[in-house]
């Protein structure tokens, strides 16, 4: 073969894998677009849960958002720590959502119940990985505390860990 | 997996997906085309039945929405001994007893109540019969029960104290289906045909739909063939260099621009788009004419500065321009936010005097007041008796403080509003309906946390207002199609 026929087999291949044509044949049907937190920031999946459709463009509600979270007051250990947390109760709410259409909804002790096998279907997922469970039945983050679920719509939950000093709405929250 | 597999998976889901397609979208067909079906024989029968006469009077209701879920435990307090135990719950969330605005509703259930202190407006309002309560209310599917709720007996509102679905479930009044329409926009598709049977006549028909927002879209307001009309606290949005007096320059301008968008096209679709354009130029400039009179008004009781003040403005100054505007039936949409107070509910030190909570109350409360002087201003008791506005928001919120507010719960505490306190009000003043529920965590009416399980449902809420604003029993169903769940189909808060 020619080095111009191998460049331009090359370029073609290079192509494909960009354009990547198969892309799509076998995905679900029920994949939307990444998660984007309140907070601004983007979620690293995309949320397998079907938002019911609309009636038309509508005035959702403008929550009085608690202060944002700021992270420098989190050592990066900390930091790595609570963000696989919430990794982790993402994949579980992904695969609840998956299988009930929308995440668990209630409080803290609620939701958890959900995931843990109350649930309409009795799904029963594990504990997610870097949360533990009080007495009351409530997922904590690292350092103890209850997670806070403020629930947003049916696949958009905001998670927010007190953090570090585990006091809630203070300096070191992290919020996703 | 391999090649052949992956050709195979291919071609089941293809055959699949196309039957499960298919199947989806001749179900979806025949209800969207069934319900368009329904709204088409009840436009020609209203429309033959009741002529061009069908509305003698002008009624409007005026949904006023605060975004984020109000914490309505704290807008009606329960006083005496029962405050103790309120308190007890609430803790820094308190609002002390010494502070509260005394209310005396008449038929009510034996229980004293007091009103935030920042309420003056509407404590005073309620006293003069022109505004009433109506206690724990949000969306159902079926009645329900604590033991209910616990045991999973009774299907919910889907995706409960989430922000918007909640939202969705207040404004469409059907929680179990997907939010196609609003009941209101429902209600405009009935009655709309009604006013606008001189469809024929340039001179007198409506002139706007029946629907307005001063709050940008919203799905209250949808309709299956009724659009809402979109008018910001300015006025309607229009083309600048419009307008104006015949013969001036402005007037010339907008006049040659609706010639060129009526032009015969050969196109049907640039011709309809023309249309559309004349439409939107022509309606625009026409409601800014007809509001032009009170844009110098100097209102009896000043309406509060901010956006919940402007927007309850322009919906006095619309109901203002009704006569111009051949209108008899209108539904306003305004929204005001920021409810979501999970943090800074209260002031600095706990202060429940001041903080978000109060400051939001103080602006509902001024803003409704003096909404309800300027009716009178413009016509007298017998305008304010025409006009009903009501209050819905996401949900309640929780009992227990949180340490620095309260979180998304359920039922709430609405408030009707409109009338000039007589017997013949519009509002069947001075009383509260519904239960008040038992303030107590885990007490009967808590799911567990303190927050109430509805015992009236947002379809007797909503069905209410819509009878007194003229849908009849036999249409009821087709607007509110979950009321027959339900004891109450009219709570008895308006004189219909």
Redesign the interface.
Known sequence: MSPQSKAVVAIAIGGLLVWRPWKG??ES?SETPALQSPTGEAATRPSPGVE????????????????PATISAMSPEDLQKVRDAIDNIEFAFRDFSTAMR??P???N??ITAALLGDN?KQLKLEIPGGSTLNDKGELCDPWGTPWFF?????T??EVRSAGPDRK??SEDDFVR | MSTIDQDRAKFLRTRRSFLRDFGTAALGSLAVSSTLRDFRLINSAVAQGNGPFAFPDYKALVCVFLSGGNDSNNLVIPRGAAHANYAAIRQNLTIPESVLLPITPEDGDGNDYGLHPSCGGLAQMFEGGKAAFLFNVGPLLFPTTRIQYQKKLVALPPQLFSHSDQVMHWQTSLPDQPPRTGWGGRVADLLHPSQDSLINDPVNRAKIALCTSIAGANTFEVGSSIQQYHVSTGGAVVMSGTGGAAGSATKNRENAIRNIAKLQQGNLQSGAYGEIIDDAIGTGVLLNEAIAATNTTVWQTAFPTGSFGDQMKMVARIIAARDTLKIKRQIFFVSFGSYDTHTSQVGTGDDPLTGTHANLLGQLSNGIAAFHAALNQIGGASLQNSVVGFTASDFGRTMPTNGQGSDHGWGSHHLIFGGDGSNNSAVRGKRTYGTFPVLQVNGPDDTSTGRWIPTTSVDEYSATLARWFGVDDAHMPVVFPNLGRFGNPDLGFLNT
């Open positions: 044949l076998y049907d019911p459709p609309r009636a038309g463009p509508s005035t959702q509600p403008a929550p009085s958002t608690p202060p929308g995440n909804v209630g409080n002790a609620e309409e403020h629930q947003l719509s049916a958009q939950t809630m709405y």
